[in-house]
Each structure stands twice: as C-alpha cells, then as structure tokens.
C-alpha cells in the first residue's frame, strides 16, 4: 500500500495538471473559506442530542417510519414529507443513536445557500460582492436563539431550493424554477412563498423584452407540479398528506388564542435579534434607503449588471408574510428572512462608497458572540428532560409503550420507547400551541377525529406502561382534560417527579 507521503506527493502532483483556470478560478478559491465558515459556525450544533423539540419530534416519526410506520396516517404531523424521509434514510445508514449526521447534512445545506447567494451577489455586483454575500449568510445564519439555529429543522433543509427558485428565475430557467419552488414547499409549506418573486421576473422579464409570458408560465407551472404528483404517488395515503399538509392546520396556522401581545413580543424580540445580528450590512441598506428617500427616485447603481433590485425587495416581502403566516413568530422562522436581506444588503454596499471591512468586522464579531452563546446556553431544560427520559427507560421496556403529555416528543427519541398513539404532542387533541395563548384549547378543539382514533389506539395496543405529564400550568393539564384524568386516576401510580413534571407507570 501507498504510504501517507505518497498520497500526498500524488495529490500534488494531480493539483498541478488541472487547468490554471479551475486551480485559480473563482469558486476554486470561494468554495474552501465558504466551506470552512459554515463548518466553524455550526460546531456548537453537535454539542447536544437535541436542540429542539422539533428535531425530537422528527427523530421520533423516523423510528416509527422505519418500523412499518406509514406517512399521513400511523405517523403524523403538519409538515411536508421531504424532511421526515431524510431522517428516516439517514437513520436506515447510521443508525437513529445520534442525530450527527442530520447536523452535518444542515451544514451542507447553510454550505448550498451561501454558494447560491453568493452566485447571485456576484452577478449583479460582481466577485468582491458574492464572496462577501455567502460569508455574510453563513455569519448571519446562528444570528438568533441558539435552539433557533443549531438544530436541524425545516427552514434549514429548505433554504437551498428557495433561493436556488429564485437564481433559476433570475436566469430565466423557468422550468427549473418551478422545480425549486416544489421542493422547497415539499419541505416546508411557507417556502412556497418565494413563488411570488419567481412570477414577478417572469412578468417583468416579458414586459421588457416584448415576448409571451404564457410559455414560461407553463413551464413554473409543470416543473411545480411534477413534484408534488410523484410524492402524492410515492405516498399510500395521498388524501392525509393533503389534510395534513394543507387543509387541516387552519386552526392552528390562525390568529385564534388570544394572546396578541404575546404573539406581538415574540416576533419584536426576534426581529430585533436578527436585526442586532445583521446591522452591519442593514445600516448600509437603510442609509441608502434613505437616501432615496430624499432624492425621490432609484439612485444609480454603475457598475452593476442590474440597475433595480425591485426583485429582492419583492422576495423579502414573500418572506416576511411567510414567517408571519400562523401568527406564531418562532426565532427558526426568521431563518427565511437572512437570503433576502443579506443580498439587499450586500446591493447596498457594493453600489456606495462604505467599504467592506467594517461590515465584514461587525458580522465576524456579532456572529462570535452567538456561537459564544450557543457554547454557553443553559442546559437546564435538556437536562430535566433527559433525566425523564432515563427514569421512562429505566421503567420500561423496549416493547413497551409510553405517552407524553405535553409538547416534548424527545423524550421519545431520548428514552428509545415507541409512543402509543401517532398523536406525538398534546396540541392534536386539544389545539394546544406554544406560540399562542389559552383560548380554544381543549378537548373539543382537537384535529378531527383525533380522540376517537386515540381510543382505538389504546384498544389496540393496550394501556401504555408509562405516561408522562409533561404539561405543568398548560391549559391542557389533566385536571382540564377529563379523559387524560380519569387515565391517570384508574390506571397508573406516580413514580416520579422531575420540576414540574410528573412519571407514571401502569398499575399492576
């Protein structure tokens, strides 16, 4: 065999034979400080076995997909498929153990969105502006709450086809774009939304060269439903992913609950968060804001390839109403806001006399501080529930059965036990949402049917051995839930408690 400096001599040596042009092109250089960026940004997000309850909730629907589960059906949530397949596939290779392999597909994913915003950058305004577009991406995307950032959920996975949607429309690809714009809804539903900047350059690219835009129209129009028909194909329950995907969330993707200013804190504070984060380059872009204000017209842009960015502003609205849609305002769904900003604030400086370095400063600084706190972020909560999670372990079997009450679907993932009902979190059966406030929570506000098929689960598969009520002060506590009450009353003892959560096992 080779020996270590063999290899290295021949790697060298296949270096120098490639063309000058791919050993010093532009993305040979880019690509490796992008790559590098992304890998030193994201660490942190190895450093715990979940970060949020959404990745519990997706590690425990790819154990039960592996076992037989099926889709819309035995296994449910109000989340395209997309991501729940790709837990699944990389459980089937590496095991279900860790979750190390989703964090290093989301790495590669934040990798995908700063190459394609920086493609993006650099034809408008050239090279300086799309490496600057990808570092500042990649400096902006741990700009929130930790648990916002580190983890490997929705808005992650499908920031690399909403933005690649919106390059593919900028070169006129139409028939690609329509493809982008499916899997990006495919993975998340509000991605859909950048499907209005996509139209908006096929409307204003016919208008200025004179041309039909019916053509190029049907083109979005196939290349998104192609997609969606093979996944409704692939899918034995096609009628459960249209209720649950699209047409049965109206209840909780509304402005019921009550707490408007609660709803109202949240999305100020995450604004501001993101804000804070980003103000290297948004000062730039309010500056210039402004001073179009005062002149009354689009200031000059020389040098650049395209004058207007009527485009950008068009996909920042798209993504504003997106994270607004549901009126919950969770710090992940900001995630969607950071491609569109980071190009209009990459314009804003590439068109004026700001120079690059201290945008660049305040950006590595701002970002070091949120990978500081991702580091330090208080692990109180991680710890109550794996200690629960041991103590639901160490009081079962592998064959046994266990519900969570409340909205922490890791402690299935944590405690390696097969949940009893496909319901994995009490906000099916009672409308429960964190992000809104106590109205219309309870048992007769439940996803339809729900109860019903709770109690032929339970039928089913007998009592589960353990029940945990995760609920605390939440209006969906047992004693406002008679059926979830008289469980606990009949059945089960109490045999432990951690803060403000309670362990049951079956009475024998």
């Known amino acids: 065999m080779p020996t270590d400096s063999t290899t290295l001599t021949r790697l060298v040596a296949l270096y120098a034979r490639l063309p ?89 994913a934040h990798l995908a969105t700063a190459l394609l915003l920086a493609s993006i950058a650099r034809s408008r305004w050239g090279n300086r502006a799309g490496g600057a577009a990808g570092a500042l991406y990649l400096l902006l995307s741990i700009g929130l709450s930790p648990e916002d950032t580190q983890a490997a959920t929705f808005e992650v996975f499908m920031l690399p086809a909403m933005v690649a949607a919106f390059r593919y429309a900028e070169r006129r690809r139409w028939l690609a774009a329509g493809i982008a714009v499916a899997i990006c809804s495919l993975t998340k539903q509000t991605g859909g939304a950048v499907l209005l900047p996509v139209l908006w350059m096929l409307f204003q690219d016919a208008r200025r060269r004179g041309v039909r835009w019916r053509p190029a129209l049907l083109k979005i129009g196939f290349g998104f439903a192609v997609p969606i028909a093979l996944v409704a194909v692939i899918l034995t329950k096609p009628k459960g992913f249209l209720f649950w995907v699209v047409t049965g969330s109206g209840d909780y993707a509304s402005l019921g609950g009550g707490a408007w200013w609660q709803m109202l804190g949240r999305a100020l504070g995450n604004s501001a968060i993101l804000a804070a984060a980003g103000l290297g380059f948004l000062l730039p872009l309010g500056r210039r804001l402004w001073l179009r204000y005062r002149v009354g017209r689009e200031l000059p842009t020389a040098g650049t390839s395209r004058g207007s960015t009527g485009d950008l502003w068009i996909f920042l609205f798209s993504s504003v109403v997106a994270v607004a849609t549901g009126f919950h305002f969770f710090g992940h769904y900001y995630l969607q806001l950071m491609p569109p900003l980071v190009l209009l604030g990459v314009g804003a400086v590439s068109v004026s006399a700001i120079s690059w370095r201290p945008v660049l400063a305040y950006s590595m600084v701002a970002s070091f501080a949120f990978w500081v706190l991702a580091v330090a ?132």
């Open 20 to 108: 000058d042009r791919v050993r010093t092109g532009y993305w040979t250089r880019v690509v490796p400080v992008l790559t590098v960026l992304a890998v030193a940004t994201h660490i942190p997000s190895f450093l715990r076995p979940v970060w949020s309850p959404d990745e519990g909730y997706l590690a425990t629907q790819a154990r039960m997909l592996a076992d037989g589960g099926v889709l819309y059906d035995t296994v449910v949530d109000r989340k395209p498929p997309l991501l729940p397949w790709l837990y699944e596939a990389c459980f089937s290779v590496f095991g279900s153990l860790s979750l190390w392999p989703l964090r290093t597909l989301a790495i590669v």
């Open 377 to 508: 972020w208080p692990g109180e909560q991680l710890s109550q529930t794996t200690a629960v999670a041991t103590a639901v372990a160490a009081r079962s079997t592998p064959k046994d059965t266990v519900l969570v009450w409340g909205m922490h679907p890791e402690l299935y993932y944590l405690s390696d036990r097969k949940p009893v009902t496909r319901y994995l979190t009490a906000g099916f059966l009672t409308n429960f949402s964190g992000g809104k406030g106590t109205a219309d929570v309870g048992e007769q506000y439940s996803v339809p049917d729900a109860w019903q098929t709770f109690d032929q689960e339970i039928n089913a598969k007998g009592l589960p051995e353990i029940v945990v009520d995760d609920s605390g002060n939440a209006p969906y506590q047992p004693t406002m839930v008679p059926v979830i009450e008289n469980l606990l009353d009949s059945h089960y003892d109490v045999v432990g408690a951690f803060g403000d959560t309670m362990v049951y096992r079956l009475r024998k």
